[in-house]
């Protein structure tokens, strides 16, 4: 019989769609499994509501919990229960060194504005500068800003705070 | 969820779905190439809220949010008519937007207060990625708010924005639906029904 611990290792082993450097486990679309015999349920809190990529994660996660022998069913949950503030230490960390910025904590100042957007306080991921600056909000998937870093001249892509 | 509540998030799944699939009509001819970006990414998104909606209204009723989309007739749909204006226009188009996010604010204001916590749980999702769609829509009303194009834009589309607000002046449709719409679901009419995508 499958335990809880297998399925995590197991879906910690799933790479995310677009930016395979972190798993799903790191990227914190994982609220919770459950496992009552030989059926496995997880319950997956989706990121961005427009991604391509959470058919491509939820199929994913079902074949990987097949292949452990045990019978998927993925809840996928539409609420509030995601937050860039779930990625994992160590998934931020994978994602500064492939050349994503990750995003700045939630806080509690409520939803992002302009202002924040344009502060200099986002640090770029090739060489460490803050002195950067927002080129545009929206990046090539909707979890994604474009920067510029006037220090090393580099433009990045930032994860948005959600 | 009871059946006017279904109704309502009906009308805001139909609103974002045809505001969707107008925005993306900017893909690859925006007048800058980070208004071809930015447009590609809210159609994307307003669509995912759209599908995320329909899914919840699915579930109460029994069907899928694909055939919640697609598969009723272009009378059926309850979106406002300003979502449905092909507009070829930059300055209207910022007008459409800015005032669409405007309206969408206070009814998921609305929402995240509702006593069911499914909606209220989506609605505080969703806002939470409006959020930037507004900041975006600000950016351009502060850089246009004088140009008198845009300015007549405004007040031409206003009062079809309160549409927006009031689901009693919802149900009659632009001829520009019916285009749509035959676009939009072309594919899917092209298979029988229940083809797997």
């Not at chain 2, 919840?56 to 069907?63: D, K, N, Q, Y």
Request: proline content about 6%; hydrophobic content about 40%; some cysteine.
């Amino acid at each position: 019989m499958v335990t809880e611990a297998q399925v995590w290792d197991a879906l910690a082993e799933i790479p995310d769609p677009e930016i395979p450097v972190i798993s799903l486990v790191d990227l914190g679309v994982v609220r919770g499994i459950d496992v009552d015999d030989r059926r496995v349920r997880v319950e997956f809190t989706p990121t961005f509501l427009g991604c391509p990529a959470l058919e491509v994660m939820r199929d994913a996660m079902a074949d990987s919990i097949r292949a452990l022998g045990a019978e998927p069913e993925i809840q996928v949950l539409l609420d509030d229960s995601w937050s860039t503030d779930r990625i994992t230490a160590e998934g931020r960390e994978k994602l500064r060194a492939s050349g994503f910025a990750p995003p700045s904590p939630r806080g509690d100042t409520g939803a992002p504005t302009l202002v924040q957007l344009q502060s200099n306080a986002h640090r770029c991921p090739y060489c460490g500068s803050t002195e950067t600056r927002l080129e545009n909000i929206f990046g090539p998937t909707p979890c994604r800003s474009l920067r510029y870093c006037a220090s090393c001249k580099q433009p990045f892509e930032q994860f948005k705070t959600i | 969820m009871n059946e006017q509540e279904q109704q309502l998030l009906l009308e805001i799944a139909d609103d974002e779905l045809i505001l969707g699939w107008r925005d993306s009509e900017w893909t690859g001819v925006a007048p800058l190439l980070e208004e071809d970006v930015a447009f590609s990414s809210i159609a994307q998104n307003e669509i995912g809220h759209a599908r995320a909606l329909y899914e919840l209204v699915a579930r109460a009723r029994g069907t899928t949010a694909d055939e919640l989309a697609f598969d009723r007739s272009p009378d059926e749909y309850r979106c406002a008519p300003l979502v449905e204006l092909r507009l070829m226009d930059w300055a209207e188009t910022i007008a459409r937007h800015y005032l669409y996010e405007e309206a969408d604010a206070k009814r998921l204001e609305q929402l995240k207060r509702s006593d069911d916590p499914e909606i209220a749980g989506l609605a505080a999702k969703i806002d939470r990625e409006e959020a930037y769609h507004r900041i975006h829509a600000q950016m351009w009303f502060d850089r246009l708010q004088d140009e008198p194009r845009f300015v007549e834009a405004l007040e031409r589309l206003r009062p079809q924005a309160e549409a927006l607000l009031d689901s009693a002046r919802r149900g009659e449709h632009t001829a520009e639906l019916a285009d749509l719409w035959e676009e939009m679901t072309m594919v899917r009419r092209s298979q029988p029904a229940g083809t797997k995508w």
